[in-house]
């Protein structure tokens, strides 16, 4: 919230002149309204973050002014202190009742004006915040059951087309590679989903084994052979030619983290394209695997937002975008103590680059 916007409600414009003096040092705007009705209509103009609220007002008073606007679903999360030469313990709870939020005695302390202010605003940054997150899951779940239905309403035709006499035999075997990838899309976007769940939740552990990091992208590739082809992509996996070292690795974890990448570098390049999986021991002991197309690339200014959940980075008409599938990269990477970036391929495309800590313990082939 950058310079909240505070209006002041009162019969007294020498009033208005005190608050703002005793605001002077703070960032706020400052907003005033002569009476009940003045400042019911300014709502929309000063859209008030906070609204201070003179009681004793000729025509329609405080409290019957607070109750209308905390009436008004558009405003009632606005937060109200009434600000009152009233003194009585029942005054002060009429206040209360009618839907303010705290009050500030008359005169007005300083000090005191000062921190209830503030913390009435850290309130209502909090409100916002909840909002913002409330309506980033709303069109999370939309673009998740938008990204479950259109996979799922091609395996059903593809079945349909399947079951009937008259579909060609020699058809079926690539209708039955488009069900096949329809499927595995919606598996790695709810198992992405759950996923991060869990470890955000730090009820996940990682469950951490020795295996051959060539054979788990070897396994990772053929995975997504089938629909790199439908593309006319082709993928190549460049191994080193030294023997393979062991990565002590939740397997799972780490297969559905290429997974992630492979299914991004099909998904944002072009057809007829090439993807290279990468894999290089370095003599510090890490294992560097690069996941590199040569698609549209990630510009500079998204190098690091695209690994945060549901930032989807440039938009991409006709493609699916959710933001899930780097977050999930980024925090297994970083579980496994291992860092990933994003770098620029020549002349174009995107370098996906996974380091992590491998064994020195090399296995040998037969
Ligand atoms: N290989 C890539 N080339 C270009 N942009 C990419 C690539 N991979 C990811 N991105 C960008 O990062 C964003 C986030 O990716 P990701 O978290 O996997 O979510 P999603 O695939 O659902 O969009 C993508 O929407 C895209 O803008
Ligand atoms: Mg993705």
């Known amino acids: 919230m950058n310079h909240p916007s505070v209006l002041v409600v009162d ?47 000729p025509g329609i008073d405080g409290i019957e002014v ?7 679903s558009k405003w009632q999360a606005v937060p109200i202190i009434m600000v009152t030469a009233l003194s009585s313990k029942s005054d002060l709870a009429h206040c209360l009742t009618t839907g303010a939020d705290d009050f500030i005695s008359k005169p007005v302390n300083g000090i005191e004006l000062r921190a209830r202010v503030h913390s009435m605003l850290r309130i209502k940054q909090q409100y916002n915040d909840l909002q913002t997150l409330l309506k980033l899951r709303e069109d999370m779940v939309y673009m998740v059951v938008h990204d479950l239905r259109n996979p ?6 593809g079945l349909e087309l399947l079951r009937s006499v008259e579909y060609p035999r020699e058809k079926q075997n690539s209708k039955l590679t488009q069900i096949y990838s329809s499927a595995q899309a919606i598996q790695v976007l709810i198992d992405d989903l759950l996923q991060i769940a869990l470890l955000e939740s730090g009820k996940i552990r990682l469950n951490c084994t020795e295996v051959d990091l060539c054979d788990l992208i ?18 190549v ?9 062991k990565v002590s690795v939740d397997a799972t974890m780490i297969h559905r983290t290429l997974d992630n990448l492979l299914s991004n570098a099909i998904k944002f390049s072009p057809a007829n394209s090439q993807i290279i999986v990468n894999v290089e021991f370095l003599t510090s002991g890490d294992a560097k695997i690069q996941v590199i197309d040569s698609g549209p690339g990630v510009p500079d200014t998204l190098r690091h937002k695209i690994f945060e959940k549901y930032e989807i980075g440039t938009l991409m ?17 970083e579980a496994h103590g291992g860092k990933i970036c994003v770098r620029n391929n020549q002349p174009q495309g995107a370098i996906f680059e996974i380091t992590l800590a491998a064994e020195l313990t090399t296995i040998t082939y037969p």
């Not at 400042?39 to 859209?47: M, R």
């Not at 799922?152 to 035709?157: D, K, M, P, T």
Request: net charge negative; charged share 20%; hydrophobic share 45%.
């Open 11 to 57: 019969d007294e414009p020498d009033n208005f002149d005190v608050i703002e003096t005793l605001l002077s040092d703070r960032d706020y705007q400052l907003h005033y309204a002569a009476n009940g009705q003045e400042a019911i209509a300014s709502l929309d103009t000063f859209n008030p973050d906070l609204i201070l609220l003179d009681v004793m007002m």
């Open 66 to 72: 607070c109750r209308l606007i905390k009436a008004l």
């Open 152 to 157: 799922l309403a091609g395996i059903l035709l």
């Open 218 to 235: 070897q396994s990772a590739r053929s995975n997504f052979e089938a629909i790199a082809t439908q593309k006319n992509q082709l993928l």
């Open 237 to 245: 996996t460049q191994l080193p030619e030294t023997p393979s070292r």
């Open 317 to 333: 008409p006709a493609l699916s975008q959710i933001g899930l599938g780097l977050a999930f990269c980024k925090m297994v990477v």
